[in-house]
């Protein structure tokens, strides 16, 4: 078991393998897990200038897959939700939600509410395409502007 460990952490290390990582580390993110990928694209655009865009391009490809992984689960959780779903504060969301339809996932790039807000789409049956369009549109932006401030304050 200690090998295979051990080749996996060869495999995703930086710089060698620095885009296979910013993939799995901003998948991950875009799940329900408290994870922040903008360090580990910053940390391979610092330690590689030439991969800003594909450090960009690929982050936004996992965290987009991570995004509709967290749809689909919200597709699925209609029985854990019905138990809420008569709250004020529940029926407010839904109401903005549906209002807005596909385009409230531009927002999925929030930090604490992106991700759930995914979930709910999903749950709420709203177009996969549309909402995965959405999502990379918001989590390209996000990418740009937080890789471009990061290396700009960090610069040498």
């Known amino acids: 078991m200690d090998a295979w460990l051990e080749q996996l952490l060869v495999i995703l290390a930086l710089?060698?393998?620095?885009?296979?990582?910013v993939f799995v580390v901003s998948f991950i993110s875009a799940t329900l897990l408290p994870l922040?990928?903008?360090?580990?694209?910053f940390g391979l655009v610092t330690l590689n200038p030439n991969l800003?865009?594909?450090?960009?391009?690929?982050a936004t490809v996992g965290n987009t897959l991570g995004g509709a992984l967290t749809w689909a689960m919200g597709l699925a959780s209609h029985?854990?939700?019905?138990?809420?779903?008569?709250s004020k504060h529940h029926l407010r969301a839904l109401d903005w939600l549906e209002r807005l339809g596909p385009k409230a996932c531009l927002l999925a790039w929030l930090p604490i509410v992106g991700?759930?807000?995914?979930?709910v789409a999903g749950w709420l049956k709203l177009p996969f395409w549309p909402c995965l369009a959405y999502m990379a549109v918001g989590k390209f932006g996000?990418?740009?502007?937080?890789?471009t401030a990061l290396v700009g304050v960090f610069r040498n």
Do not use: I
Request: charged share 20%; with cysteine; hydrophobic share 40%.
């Open 15 to 21: 710089p060698k393998f620095g885009l296979s990582t």
């Open 36 to 41: 922040g990928s903008e360090p580990v694209v």
């Open 52 to 58: 800003f865009w594909p450090a960009v391009g690929v």
């Open 79 to 86: 029985k854990v939700v019905d138990r809420y779903q008569h």
């Open 115 to 119: 991700d759930p807000l995914c979930a």
């Open 142 to 147: 996000r990418y740009v502007v937080m890789t």
